[in-house]
């Protein structure tokens, strides 16, 4: 857990490093849906040049993995390529999420590592449609109540999500 | 307009502060085939190691169902499906094989392997849960299966486990008959006539019943109820379903989905 704390911190400080020098920000919201279940997303998105970091929250209803409406952090990197006529982009990138949910048999922590692409259409200098996939890995980790041990499982997730972005950055800095 | 919205999100937190508290009924909650039969929801194949770990150590099931088929020598295996190309790489029945042709036998066409129940059974007690045994008693390929090879088997596969863990180890199956030859302390009857199966069971000393969920309705649970036997459901994946098994207050539920049985009984 302590490597899991030192990266959003270090995530965290690049993101308001690049937000200080950043020449565009971002509201994004964004649904969807993984081996884990429905998701939704609110993130702010610092943009330099091709570069966006982004800083959110996840949400998962109840389903295949939680027990109950649960809050966790994401953080991403895209790289940000335009078209011609810049009406459309198209990005890969990585993005992480983090949450933890106290259960009767202890407390599950879940870490989900993806690579992430997709395409982008902008209706206007200001919105913006979206649509992405990811390939990845779901880490758990449970520590127990039973035996105080601890369980880490592993495996293959993949995502589909659909947002829409909104500027409010000026982008003449 | 800012106001009505501040007001909006006050009636909201006002309306989920005033629940009522609900009385929850005390269910055992077992992951079907570990974490779900169905592919569409099984995040590792059903009946392998790693879905009854993830079931017990990540959902926090009660238990785990599992299904359990017999080798040509004897050992058992978790494996749902009476003919192995429905599921996996071969062919031909369980029973065709002796343990060492099949166990890298590759579940779901994926990477993970057949497994034997003596493994899971240690896994079951090193997190003192309860297990549900759905045995296979008859092979497609072979026939009934023979009571005395199988009751070997049986205390081969639970040779390490205490009393006490025995006692979680819930032996079901359809076969009547098989089942009263068979030695074993906690036994549960699979029936489709709740009236027979209650007196059955008493009749036979059986410490559980199993029903489809189909079959359950107010009077039959209620009858259940009052028997005392420990009698459970299966066949439920939706939240309607599972929804309408719980307001039957099953003493157990073999379900589709954990996280959700967990949320609406625990």
């Given amino acids: 857990m302590r490597n899991l704390r030192i990266m959003i911190c270090v995530a965290m400080f690049l993101s308001f490093q690049t937000f200080s020098q950043s020449n565009k920000e971002f509201i994004e919201l964004s649904t969807g849906f993984n081996r884990i279940g429905f998701y939704n997303d609110l993130a702010f998105k610092f943009e330099i040049k091709y570069h966006q970091v982004n800083l959110g929250l996840r949400h998962y209803t109840l ?13 991403g990197y895209k790289y940000i390529i335009h ?5 459309f982009y198209f990005y890969p990138g990585l993005n992480t999420s ?28 200001k919105w913006s ?6 390939l990845g890995v779901l880490k758990t980790r449970a520590e127990l109540i039973v035996n105080q041990g601890v369980s880490k499982i592993d495996y293959f997730n993949y995502e589909i999500a659909l947002g829409i972005s909104y500027s409010f950055g000026d982008s003449s800095k | 307009m800012k106001l009505h919205w501040v007001l909006v999100i006050l009636l909201v937190i006002l309306q989920s502060s005033c629940k009522k508290q609900v009385e929850l009924p005390i269910v055992d909650v077992y992951g079907h085939a570990g974490i779900s039969l169905h592919r569409d929801r099984a995040i590792f194949p059903a009946n392998s190691y790693e879905a009854n770990e993830y079931a017990i150590d990540v959902l926090g099931a009660d238990g785990v169902e599992m299904d359990v088929q017999m080798t040509k020598d004897s050992v058992l295996v978790l ?10 790489n071969m062919d031909g029945c369980i029973s065709q094989y002796n343990y060492d042709q099949i166990k890298d036998l590759k579940l779901d066409f994926t990477k ?7 493994d899971v059974l240690n896994l079951t007690e090193s997190r003192n849960i309860k297990i549900y ?18 009751q070997y088997a049986l205390d081969m596969a639970s040779i390490d486990l205490s009393d006490n863990h025995k006692t979680h180890v819930y032996l079901g199956m359809l076969d009547l008959e098989f089942l009263k030859n068979i030695t074993y302390p906690t036994k549960c ?5 709740v009236n027979s199966a209650i007196q059955t069971a008493q009749n036979n000393g059986f410490q559980a019943l199993t029903f489809q969920t189909s079959l359950i309705g107010q009077t039959e649970s209620e009858k259940l109820n009052t028997s005392g036997l420990y009698w459970g459901v299966f066949g439920i994946k939706d939240k309607w379903s599972i929804d309408n098994a719980i307001s039957f207050s099953p003493k157990f539920v073999i379900t589709d989905n954990i996280s959700y049985t967990n949320q609406i009984t625990k």
């Fill in chain 2, 189 to 193: 009857y699979e029936s489709t006539n």
């Fill in chain 1, 63 to 75: 389903d295949n993995f939680f027990e109950k409406n649960t809050v966790g952090m994401s953080i």
């Fill in chain 1, 83 to 87: 078209g011609q006529n810049n009406k």
């Fill in chain 2, 112 to 118: 993970y392997k057949l497994v034997k129940l003596k």
């Fill in chain 1, 98 to 125: 983090f949450f933890k949910e106290n259960k009767s048999i202890g407390q599950v922590f879940l870490s989900d590592f993806k690579l992430i692409n997709g395409v982008g259409v902008n209706f206007n200098p």
């Fill in chain 2, 133 to 150: 045994l759905d045995i296979k008693t008859y092979s497609y390929c072979d026939g009934r299966i023979s009571e005395s090879a199988f």
């Fill in chain 2, 79 to 88: 494996f749902h499906d009476p003919y192995l190309n429905q599921s996996s």
């Fill in chain 1, 129 to 134: 449609l979206f649509y992405q996939l990811g």
